[in-house]
Nanobody, 116 residues
Framework: QVQLVESGGGLVQPGGSLKLSCAASGFTSRIFSMSWYRQAPGKERELVAR????????NYADSVKGRFTISRDNAKNTADLQMNSLKPEDTAVYYC?????????WGQGTQVTVSS
């Protein structure tokens, strides 16, 4: 089992920044990758960013490339999402996920609202 706890969401003005953090506990040595997804009202859940634990390689949704950065601290078992130049369309509930060979684990989600 892997447990995930997100933090760092909130209200920010357009153009502002937020940093989301995800802390993993449990069988963290089995985590192959960690990702951030988001779901806006009335829309499907989408992948925002992913990082592979062993290599550190990353991939991003086109809509966030150049603005968001995912990072992983394997020693602390955390995965952060630095979000810059935020836009109103980034408003969503953001979820941290951890993938093992057998299962995908999800956090409870944290709300990010970009509004003036």
């Amino acid at each position: 089992q892997v447990q995930l706890v997100e933090s760092g969401g909130g209200l920010v003005q357009p153009g502002g920044s937020l940093k989301l953090s995800c802390a993993a506990s449990g069988f963290t040595s089995r985590i192959f990758s960690m990702s951030w997804y988001r779901q806006a009202p009335g829309k499907e859940r989408e992948l925002v960013a992913r990082i592979i634990s062993a290599s550190g390689s990353t991939n991003y949704a086109d809509s966030v490339k150049g603005r968001f950065t995912i990072s992983r601290d394997n020693a602390k078992n955390t995965a952060d999402l630095q979000m810059n130049s935020l836009k109103p369309e980034d408003t969503a509930v953001y979820y941290c996920t951890a993938r093992t060979l057998l299962h995908d684990y999800w956090g409870q989600g944290t709300q990010v609202t970009v509004s003036s």
